[in-house]
């Protein structure tokens, strides 16, 4: 699947603006020119050699900031949708196979986490374990696991009326071996669109706790921390939010631009992708009978 995303244009873009920002996070803190908690008299300055982004309200380098914040914003989106995923994908599947009882609780747990209240219900749990990033992100990985839910729910549904797995359920194999050997595979690429699809969510989500103060106590520098600080002078810098909103708004256009394109590979249009390439490439399909006597 991977090489048939990187057969796409969109594909070869999502994948190379995810890569850079994963290298910003994991070396972004270590290439900061200056420290990004550093004060000093030289309060919002415009750009120059030694502040290139200019510096804030107490002196310090944006630039900096911007590369130190990195990780904290990269690595709380990640454990999101790492969350979303462990939490969801799993009762999805075994709702199908474990009988009415294990399937009605899931979906009334499912349908519970759809009604509450994201920002509330996150703002009471930080506040009874502890303002921190990693509380912050369990939560609302928690909250965002209904997606995984429905999604390999519904896969699953469609693999089980299937003969073959009928057939194997029937000569005894395993619910286990059943789903490693057969439903996996099937599942496995709308939930990678969904997963995709939910980093984006996950940066989006970890900006707007960071931008309210929530998560990362100052002056730890993150993204949507920056914009909040930020937007207190715009009128002394009003192009002072354009880099980490730039930043942010890249990030989800990728990871939407990812989704995409595994959707575009996947199934039905993954297999007409294949042949299409080996139509291009003078290869024709196995199915196409071969004439049997010569060109007249």
């Known amino acids: 699947m991977f090489r048939r995303v990187l057969s796409l244009p969109t594909g070869r873009i ?3 603006i995810l890569t850079l920002i994963a290298l910003l996070a994991v070396f ?5 020119p200056q420290n990004p908690l550093g004060t000093s008299t030289h309060t919002l300055a ?4 030694s502040h290139w982004l200019g510096t804030d309200y107490l ?14 914003s990269v690595l ?13 994908v799993v009762p999805g599947i075994l709702s199908v196979y474990l009988g009415r009882v294990f399937e009605w609780v899931t979906l009334r747990v499912v349908d519970t986490l759809v009604a509450l209240p994201f920002l509330l219900f996150a703002v009471a749990v930080i506040a009874l374990l502890g303002n921190g990033i990693t509380q912050a992100m369990l939560v609302t990985g928690v909250l965002v696991s209904p997606l995984f839910y429905r999604v390999s729910r519904a896969a699953t549904l469609t693999v089980a009326r299937s003969q073959y797995v009928e057939a194997a359920l029937i000569s005894g194999a395993s619910v286990g071996w059943v789903v490693r050997r057969h439903v996996w595979t099937k599942v496995l690429p709308p939930i990678a669109v969904a997963l995709a699809q939910t980093v984006g969510v996950g940066f989006v989500i970890v900006s707007s706790l960071t931008f309210l103060g929530i ?8 993204w949507g921390g920056l914009l909040a600080s930020d937007l207190g002078y715009l009128s002394y810098q009003p192009w002072a939010p354009v880099a980490p909103a730039l930043l942010i708004m890249v990030t989800v256009w990728a990871g939407n631009l990812l989704a995409d394109a595994i959707r575009d590979v996947s199934g039905e249009a993954g297999r007409a992708l294949v042949d299409n390439r080996k139509v291009r490439a003078g290869r024709p399909d196995r199915t196409t009978p071969t004439p049997v006597g010569g060109a007249s």
Do not use: I, K, M, Y
Not at 46 to 49: K, L, N, P
Not at 77 to 84: G, I
Not at 215 to 222: A, K, S
């Open 215 to 222: 998560g990362v106590q100052p002056p730890e520098p993150t």
């Open 76 to 88: 709380g989106s990640l454990e999101v949708a790492v969350t979303a995923l462990v939490v969801g």
């Open 59 to 72: 002196g310090r380098d944006v630039f900096s900031r911007l590369l130190a914040g990195s990780r904290v």
């Open 14 to 16: 999502a994948v190379a």
């Open 46 to 49: 415009a750009g120059s050699g």
């Open 28 to 32: 972004g803190p270590l290439l900061a």
